[in-house]
């Protein structure tokens, strides 16, 4: 039996893998493919757990006292005996895991997991996804901007490099980097990407495995708000998956899927930031392992210095940044999806509209205004 496992990165399509390979399971295991249901989620995060080190668990996986840790390591080995579970009875070619983590963990934690799955076979390959660093900050950007107010600094590294290099030494030749890329990506899309690097057609055709779902993308105007609400709400806090900031996201999805935002682009300056936090990266990528980023400029990389990088770790108004100074927005479309949220919300938490028998008749001045055309655009 071959194991294939999917480790990331996050903001490479994680998410739709994980949800497409899941309900795709049983067609994947008439083809040899076993991708296990380990519990409700999608991915495979918890097998993580009983081969991680203490402050590993606190620090990136919130188990953050002695008996959550204990915890997460107990429901880690029981996963770890369903798996197991799972492959005797279904006994497959090939078994995929996925969890976007495992491209980050300490060397000594990724030895236990390669000792864990050499139990079931010692034919282990690892495939990533990597994103140009650039499309990464911005989407990274989004996903800290839904729970919390503040922008994500742009000198923070992926450190890609060091990460694929430890493959490579732990395990040489059986790391496969990818570039996430529509341009690249087998089919555009990275489902099917991945599911033709597993499922090789006969006809030389895309395996037909096309994402189930996809984290919405926000606008340039959606980022401004949901950095204006939660900076009112949370103040200083980020809080991951609230139920306050669940319904903001909800109800600007929703506007959006009916009107047109603007598409954020980053201004110059934050892509040139990220350009050259990321230069010694994209190079070694690119000469150790042939990844290449398609819109990446390798010239100007090239000549990124020591000096450079220093007056960039000097900048600390990088480490305070606003919306507006990372990508450009519209005032007049920040105000109207301000409005339309905030009466999504309010309708929604009203309940159904009362029927027109039972409806009270409305004040002169309120019927007044209602009577009037709401302004162009609005």
Same mark, same amino acid.
């Not at 994680?14 to 994947?28: E, G, H, P, V, Y």
């Not at 890329?181 to 089919?187: A, E, F, K, P, S």
């Given at each position: 039996? &071959?194991?294939?496992?999917? $480790? #990331? ?6 998410t ?7 309900? &795709? ?7 040899g493919?076993?991708?296990?249901? /380990?519990?409700?989620?999608?991915h ?6 009983? $081969? %991680?080190?203490?402050?590993?668990? =606190? ?8 008996? &959550?840790?204990?915890? #997460?390591?107990r429901?880690?080995?029981?996963? =770890? ?8 009875? @279904?006994?497959?070619?090939? /078994? ?16 236990? /997991? ?6 079931f @076979?010692?034919?282990i390959? =690892? ?7 650039? !499309?990464?900050?911005?989407? @990274? ?6 729970? !919390? ?7 923070? +590294? ?7 290099? &430890? ?19 087998? !089919? ?10 597993l ?10 495995? *096309? ?7 926000? +606008?340039?105007?959606?980022?401004? %708000? ?7 709400? =949370?103040?200083?806090? *980020?809080?991951? !998956?609230?139920?306050?900031?669940? $319904? ?13 935002y ?29 990844i ?8 100007v990389?090239?000549?990124? #210095? ?26 007049? /479309? ?16 009203? #309940? ?5 028998? @039972?409806?009270?008749? %409305? ?16």
């Amino acid at each position: 039996m &071959k194991i294939i496992v999917h $480790c #990331g990165t996050n903001k490479t399509g994680s998410t739709a893998i994980q949800d497409t390979f899941a309900a &795709k399971a049983a067609d994947l295991r008439a083809r040899g493919v076993l991708y296990p249901a /380990l519990d409700s989620y999608t991915h495979h995060t918890r097998l993580l757990f009983a $081969c %991680l080190a203490d402050d590993e668990m =606190w620090g990136s996986f919130g188990r953050n006292d002695d008996d &959550k840790r204990a915890a #997460g390591v107990r429901q880690s080995l029981d996963q =770890w005996d369903i798996l197991r579970q799972f492959v005797d009875d @279904s006994m497959p070619d090939t /078994l995929v895991l996925s969890s976007e983590f495992v491209f980050g963990l300490r060397d000594g934690s990724l030895k236990r /997991l390669r000792d864990r799955l050499a139990e079931f @076979s010692e034919d282990i390959d =690892w495939i990533v996804y990597l994103r140009d660093p650039r !499309g990464h900050y911005l989407s @990274s950007a989004q996903q800290v901007l839904k729970f !919390g107010a503040f922008v994500k600094d742009p000198r923070v +590294s992926q450190l890609y490099a060091s990460k694929y290099d &430890k493959f490579e030494t732990l395990f040489p030749g059986r790391i496969a980097a990818r570039v996430f890329d529509r341009t690249t990506l087998t !089919g555009g899309d990275v489902v099917t990407d991945l599911a033709s690097y597993l499922l090789p057609s006969d006809e030389g055709e895309p395996a037909p495995f *096309r994402a189930l779902s996809a984290n919405e993308t926000l +606008s340039a105007e959606a980022m401004a %708000l949901l950095s204006e609400f939660n900076r009112e709400v =949370w103040d200083t806090r *980020r809080m991951p !998956g609230n139920a306050i900031s669940k $319904c903001v996201i909800q109800a600007i999805e929703d506007e959006e899927r009916h009107r047109r935002y603007t598409k954020p682009v980053l201004r110059p300056e934050i892509a040139e930031v990220v350009a050259r936090v990321h230069a010694a990266d994209v190079l070694a990528l690119r000469d150790r392992a042939g990844i290449i980023f398609p819109t990446f400029d390798y010239d100007v990389a090239a000549q990124v #210095g020591d000096a450079d990088l220093a007056d960039l770790a000097a900048a600390d108004r990088y480490a305070t940044l606003s919306v507006g100074e990372i990508v450009d927005y519209d005032p007049d /479309l920040l105000a109207r999806l301000r409005l339309r949220s905030m009466q999504a919300m309010a309708k929604r938490l009203s #309940g159904p509209k009362p029927t027109t028998e @039972s409806a009270p008749p %409305l004040p002169a001045a309120a019927a007044s205004a209602s009577a009037q055309p709401s302004a162009p655009g609005a």
